[in-house]
């Protein structure tokens, strides 16, 4: 089973993420968390897209990954159909966590 750090390229270390946010509810989870993390705390708190700097969710995602993002930091459980949405929408952010990544 290949690992992260054994991959060299981008182009093979932003694959590997797409299809871990996919995939695994753990990786997916973790993705939401740092790109939360990476947006201005004015996009955090207001739950919107407002400074176009190619980090953070897209404007039509922000306003709910940033309220799931907010829900796990707080310790709440994801439902099914939470994260089913959440691995529907992180492998979109795959080559903004590998940039983040090292």
Do not use: C
């Amino acid at each position: 089973m290949t690992k992260f750090a054994e991959l060299t390229s981008k182009k093979a270390r932003t694959a590997f993420l797409r299809t871990k946010l996919a995939t695994d509810q753990a990786w997916a989870t973790k993705g939401l968390i740092r790109i939360f993390a990476n947006q201005t705390a004015d996009e955090q708190s207001s739950e919107t897209t407002r400074v176009h700097n190619n980090i953070g969710f897209t404007g039509s995602d922000a306003q709910i990954l940033s309220s799931f993002a907010k829900q796990i930091n707080r310790g709440r459980i994801m439902s099914a159909k939470q994260m089913a949405l959440i691995l529907k929408k992180m492998p979109k952010y795959a080559r903004q966590l590998e940039g983040v990544s090292k």
